[in-house]
């Protein structure tokens, strides 16, 4: 009997081990080029069990800092409130006063005439509560890139890689095993993208879904790629190079939402220079390398069975997923330049895939002024 409870805990022990650490623990390089202190590690399938408690996580974070850190602190400063906006006309708190002894309360409560005072909210303030939900949206994505942007900053150049010369991307390829800060920055990262491309189609669409999709779909079969071909390094390098647009970027709309116009420009500019330097001028000198400088340093990979890791029909994939990524940011640095010139113009910074209404003159009023003309 002991002996069958000692099979049942090792057996849920062992499977619930790879959703909580690494799997395929190996023996280091005999001279590892990189984190020689590392714990080594294989790839397989039971890496999948670690993307997928790492989503978990995500969702679990996504939902803190958005609801319990953005969203007070949007509320806050828009609205003076951590709960948000809660309207009370004068007239209305005065008839809850004379109503309740002359005490008030918040609306729901009858006022003079036995009714109950509706909440009334001017369309500025309901644009305003839009931009708290997408202000908080933004923040968590702030918050993600730059910690993950720092952990790959911290990655590639503990690599014996060099920005300024790529060819150290294939200098003693294939790199395997991987060591552990590596392994876990990839999985890391395939789980945030595929838990991305999930939110993206649950939530209302924007105008750009399609291209969104597809960004998120050839982003994860890159990771996928990468990993499985032991093109982590340059993979890691792309990776670093477009999660820095993508903290600028959130940074622009929470300004913006904010109502801090000129800083929002400010940092749109910013935004705009970062992706042209790296999502066209460094990502374009990568494909380079992995277009033509790879054939010439790793000429066994078009020799068939000679054991090389990437095949020909493997390299022309690889590249025509990174062509298609950069096709797809061509069309997105169209749309950004479109709103740079609005800028120049005098015009504010606006995200042009975005649904949201912009209130009419006409409703930049106070809440009791709009309150009165409707008594009318």
């Known amino acids: 009997m002991s002996s069958t409870f000692q099979w049942h805990d090792v057996s849920l022990s062992t499977l619930i081990r790879p959703f909580l650490q690494l799997s395929y623990p190996t023996a280091p390089p005999a001279n590892p080029d990189s984190f020689p202190n590392a714990n ?42 951590i709960n948000g906006y809660q309207y009370r006309s004068t007239k209305s708190r005065k008839a809850n006063g004379n109503a309740n002894g002359g005490h008030t309360h918040a609306n729901g409560h009858a006022n003079g005439n036995g009714h109950y005072a509706a909440r009334r909210i001017s369309a500025r303030n309901r644009v305003r509560e839009r931009n708290v939900i997408r202000f908080a949206e933004q923040g968590w994505a702030l918050v993600y890139y730059t910690i993950w942007w720092c952990f790959g900053v911290y990655i590639h150049f503990s690599l014996p890689t060099s920005p300024w010369s790529l060819d150290h991307l294939w200098i003693g390829y294939p790199h395997n095993p991987l060591p552990g800060p590596l392994k876990v920055y990839y999985l890391t990262q395939c789980a945030f993208w595929i838990h991305q491309l999930l939110i993206v189609n649950a939530e209302a669409r924007r105008k750009d879904h399609i291209q969104m999709n597809a960004h998120h779909v050839i982003t994860i ?34 300004l913006r939402y904010l109502e801090f116009s000129f800083a929002c420009d400010v940092a749109f500019v910013t935004f705009l220079i970062s992706w042209f330097l790296t999502r066209h001028i460094a990502f374009i000198l990568i494909l380079y390398s992995t277009l033509i400088r790879f054939p010439i340093l790793r000429p066994k990979a078009f020799i068939p069975d000679s054991g090389e890791p990437v095949t020909a029909k493997m390299y022309y994939m690889f590249n025509a997923m990174l062509i298609a990524l950069q096709v797809l940011m061509c069309t997105w640095f169209t749309a950004i330049i479109k709103i740079a010139w609005a800028v120049m113009r005098g015009k504010p910074a606006e995200d042009t895939r975005s649904d949201e209404e912009l209130p009419d003159s006409s409703d930049d009023e106070p809440d009791d002024k709009l309150d009165e003309k409707k008594r009318q």
């Open 40 to 81: 080594y590690y294989d790839i397989g399938l039971l890496d999948g069990c670690f993307i997928i408690s790492t989503m978990a996580v995500f969702a679990v974070l996504r939902e803190i800092v958005r609801l319990h850190i953005m969203t007070p602190f949007a509320n806050k400063y828009l609205f003076g409130n």
């Open 221 to 254: 079969c890159l990771v996928f790629a990468s990993y499985h071909f032991n093109l982590t390094r340059v993979g890691c390098l792309i990776l670093v190079l477009m999660d820095f647009c993508d903290i600028v970027l959130p940074l622009a709309k929470m």
